[in-house]
C-alpha cells in the first residue's frame, strides 16, 4: 500500500466516522421528537439503562442540565412511566432515579426498526472483518472516554 493510498484512506475513515457521528445524533433527535421528549431527556434514560440508578445530582452533571432542569426533566419522564424515583437507602433526604420496569421494552421497541438494519449490515460482513469493526468501535469509544476525561479534569 502506498502512503499516498493510505493517506487517502485515513482521510476516508475520518470522514466516515464524522459523518456516523452526525448522522447518529439527527436519527437520536428525530427519534427523541417521535417517542415526544427532547434530546436531553432520551439522553438521560440512555444514562439510566446503562447505569441502572443514579442520583438527580449525577444526572444533572452528566447532562450539564442545571438542577432545576434536572428536576423539569425527571418530571417529564416519571410522568410518561419512563423513571421512578425511590428513596435513596445511604441518604435519607436523597432520592434514586431508575428507570421503571416496562421503560427498556417501551424503549427498545422504538428501535426495532434500526436493530433490524443494524443486524442486516452488520452480518454482510465476514468474521475477519466484524473483528476490525468492533476494534475500532471499541477503541474510538475508548479515546472519546479519555478525551472527556481530559475536558473534565482542565475545568
Known amino acids: 500500500m ?4 493510505k493517506t487517502d484512506l485515513k482521510k476516508r475513515a475520518l470522514m466516515a466516522v464524522r459523518e456516523y457521528g452526525i ?5 437520536r433527535n428525530a427519534m427523541s421528537e417521535w417517542a415526544g421528549l427532547n434530546v ?3 439522553e438521560c434514560l440512555r444514562l439510566l439503562f446503562l447505569k441502572g440508578v443514579a442520583t438527580p445530582s449525577e444526572l444533572a452533571r452528566q447532562t450539564g442540565l442545571t438542577s ?10 416519571e410522568k410518561a412511566g419512563l423513571i421512578e424515583r425511590r428513596p435513596n437507602p445511604e441518604d435519607r433526604r436523597g432520592t434514586l432515579i431508575v428507570p421503571a420496569e416496562s421503560s427498556a421494552e417501551r424503549a427498545a421497541s422504538w428501535f426495532e426498526s434500526a436493530r433490524k438494519a443494524q443486524d442486516e449490515l452488520v452480518s454482510s460482513y465476514s468474521e475477519s472483518e ?3 469493526i468492533a476494534d475500532a468501535f471499541e477503541r474510538f469509544t475508548k479515546l472519546w472516554d479519555q478525551e472527556r476525561e481530559k475536558i473534565q479534569e482542565g475545568r
Open 2 to 5: 502506498t502512503k499516498s493510498t
Open 23 to 27: 448522522h447518529l445524533t439527527l436519527f
Open 40 to 42: 436531553t431527556d432520551m
Open 68 to 77: 432545576g432542569a434536572t428536576t423539569a426533566m425527571l418530571d417529564r419522564l
Open 130 to 132: 466484524l473483528e476490525i
